[in-house]
């Protein structure tokens, strides 16, 4: 049994409405425990909304959605249970920073959670450490932080509800080169620490390469693609007949193949393609 | 639930009542109102009722919409017809319970009252979704030009200016606000639940943040106004006139026929 199944998903904003449309149609996809899956998709294509059914804040109008096997609107007045068992990370989720310290605003979370003091306090020291905030910054206001801190700060208020699933809408949008590498890298940590599974919903094809495991590709509010990471970025032609981009790295690899040059397939990190080279270049991966 | 707010909304169709100019717009809106509560029996309202149907269709607009913005309104209604009901003593008397005592005139009037208020509304809401934010106040600041002689020129169009960003940002809060509850609900926040003082506790996660972002906005929309050399209404010109044409002068002589048609029928009966 998978951790997460969405079966048959669909969504219609403003039903009966003059404005009404739909944003997702007949979503289907499992997920394993553990895994890191990537979710991209062209503006509009239905993500945002994707993902905000899977803790519960949207109802579907059609369709389930199972966790452990068991459908999460099965009792709709236990669905804030749900919401701390699959955290959601919003997009620019610093803008919802508001009390008067960051510790307080890491603890919101597992306070609504009802824990105890001591529980609590291991969770917020804990979910800073893991996104890399220093002790000393956890008795500031979360306004005096960095854009950067921010982010992490926000991120870590999800985190300490300890959800199973966590997932997070464009993570590192916004975020300088430095900033983006500290989340995503902190982002696989916690799931190498924790086990937990991570759902990652992003435009930019490099974090997904790097981050990654599995790629589900959204369409117009339909599953296009969801597979390995490698297998999607073969398929550079889809990609962008969808508007979307496949990683640099990789366009020059497409391009090396075409002047018949020998690079491996599937290069979709800049490591990959160093080794690919020195490896062409006749020198072993251990000179690298 | 915030969904249900269609104050400032702008619904475009290609009706003849969006084409019109928004002074006429205006001002034959405020005529309606002023003799909708004129209308003192049956017959003069009901003119103004059929007349407001024939307006609301003309609009193109969807019935649903002006539903949604009556039932917004509806706690109100109901207050002033219990009010209504409950205070005027003359006439028969229908029913009488302890210290309340209903007669036919206080149904008549809370029935009158209600039917104003929601001409009120409805004929309001025919104006604010046929007009554009920007087409609003450029309405206001070109009826209220006769103040200029009295040097107030920068303060027409502050008010103006302000009203304008005002309308053009409630959508805008109304997005943000939505997005920042779901992000607090994500962290198990419960608003739904508990007495007045959880309620009101609850909503500071939502008024913080949103608080600081409207300052926030505020600065950037200063900053990106200067940057584009605007100081004040001075020297202004508009891209888009508003022109009268010979549509404004026919739904205007509409407008009078049918008021005064009401006011007769006032007089008759």
């Known amino acids: 049994m998978s951790l997460l199944k969405v079966s048959h998903l669909s969504y219609t904003y403003g039903h009966g409405t003059p404005f009404s449309y739909d944003a997702i149609t007949d979503i289907n996809f499992e997920i394993e425990q553990g895994e890191i899956v990537g979710i991209i998709g062209h503006t509009g294509s239905g993500k945002s909304t994707l993902v905000q059914h899977l803790n519960g804040l949207i109802k579907p109008s059609?369709?389930?959605?199972?966790?452990?096997?068991?459908?999460?609107?099965?009792?709709?007045?236990?669905?804030?249970?749900?919401r701390f068992q699959v955290g959601l990370v919003f997009q620019y989720p610093e803008y919802q920073l508001f009390e008067e310290t960051v510790y307080k605003d890491i603890a919101f979370g597992p306070t609504n959670m009802g824990l105890s003091h001591s529980e609590i306090d291991n969770r917020v020291i804990g979910a800073a450490e893991m996104v890399g905030l220093h002790r000393n910054l956890l008795q500031k206001s979360p306004f005096d932080l960095s854009g950067g801190e921010k982010r992490r700060a926000a991120i870590a208020g999800v985190m300490a509800m300890q959800p199973k699933i966590i997932v997070l809408d464009e993570p590192t949008a916004g975020l300088d080169p430095a900033g983006r590498d500290i989340i995503l890298s902190r982002i696989k940590q916690y799931r190498d620490t924790t086990g937990s599974t991570v759902i990652i919903v992003s435009h930019s094809m490099e974090d997904m390469a790097k981050t990654a495991e599995r790629i589900l590709v959204m369409n117009k509010g339909k599953v296009e693609m969801f597979d390995t990471v490698g297998n999607v970025f073969s398929h550079a032609e889809l990609l962008e007949s969808i508007g979307l981009n496949i990683p640099q790295v990789t366009q020059i690899a497409l391009r090396l193949k075409d002047l018949g040059i020998n690079v491996d397939n599937n290069i979709y990190t800049v490591e990959q393609m160093k080794n690919s080279l020195l490896k062409l270049m006749g020198r072993g991966q251990k000179n690298a | 639930?915030?969904?249900?707010?269609?104050?400032?909304?702008?619904?475009?169709?290609?009706?003849?009542?969006?084409?019109?100019?928004?002074?006429?717009?205006?001002?034959?809106?405020?005529?309606?109102?002023?003799?909708?509560?004129?209308?003192?029996n049956a017959f003069s309202l009901g003119l103004m009722m059929a007349f407001l149907l024939v307006l609301i269709l003309l609009s193109k607009i969807p019935f649903s919409?002006?539903?949604?913005?009556?039932?917004?309104?509806?706690?109100?209604?109901?207050?002033?017809?219990?009010?209504?009901?409950?205070?005027?003593?003359?006439?028969?008397?229908?029913?009488s319970f302890w210290i309340i005592t209903i007669t036919s005139d206080g149904v008549w009037r809370a029935v009158f009252m209600s039917v104003r208020i929601s001409m009120l509304i409805l004929s309001s809401a025919i104006f604010s979704y046929s007009s554009t934010p920007t087409a609003i106040t450029n309405a206001i600041e070109s009826l209220l030009k006769p103040l200029n002689r009295?040097?107030?020129?920068?303060?027409?169009?502050?008010?103006?200016?302000?009203?304008?960003?005002?309308?053009?940002?409630?959508?805008?809060?109304?997005?943000?606000?939505?997005?920042?509850?779901?992000?607090?609900?994500?962290?198990?926040?419960?608003?739904?639940?508990?007495?007045?003082?959880?309620?009101?506790?609850?909503?500071?996660?939502?008024?913080?943040?949103?608080?600081?972002?409207?300052?926030?906005r505020a600065y950037d929309l200063a900053e990106a106004m200067e940057c584009r050399c605007y100081n004040g209404g001075e020297g202004r010109t508009r891209l888009n006139k508003m022109r009268y044409s010979i549509m404004d002068l026919i739904a205007t002589i509409l407008f009078v026929v049918v008021c005064s048609f009401s006011l007769v029928l006032n007089i008759l009966f």
Do not use: C
């Open chain 2, 65 to 95: 919409m002006y539903l949604k913005n009556l039932k917004t309104i509806l706690p109100i209604i109901l207050f002033t017809s219990i009010l209504n009901a409950l205070y005027i003593k003359t006439g028969a008397e229908l029913f």
């Open chain 2, 150 to 216: 009295l040097g107030l020129e920068s303060a027409v169009h502050t008010m103006a200016m302000t009203m304008t960003i005002a309308l053009r940002f409630i959508p805008t809060l109304i997005e943000e606000t939505q997005k920042i509850m779901n992000a607090q609900k994500a962290r198990g926040a419960d608003m739904e639940s508990g007495g007045l003082i959880k309620r009101v506790k609850a909503l500071l996660p939502i008024l913080i943040p949103l608080l600081i972002s409207s300052v926030r």
């Open chain 2, 1 to 40: 639930m915030l969904n249900d707010i269609t104050f400032g909304q702008f619904i475009p169709t290609n009706s003849s009542i969006h084409r019109a100019d928004p002074r006429t717009k205006l001002i034959l809106l405020v005529m309606f109102i002023v003799f909708a509560f004129l209308s003192n």
């Open chain 1, 62 to 82: 059609e369709g389930k959605i199972f966790l452990n096997g068991k459908d999460i609107w099965e009792n709709p007045k236990k669905i804030s249970q749900i």
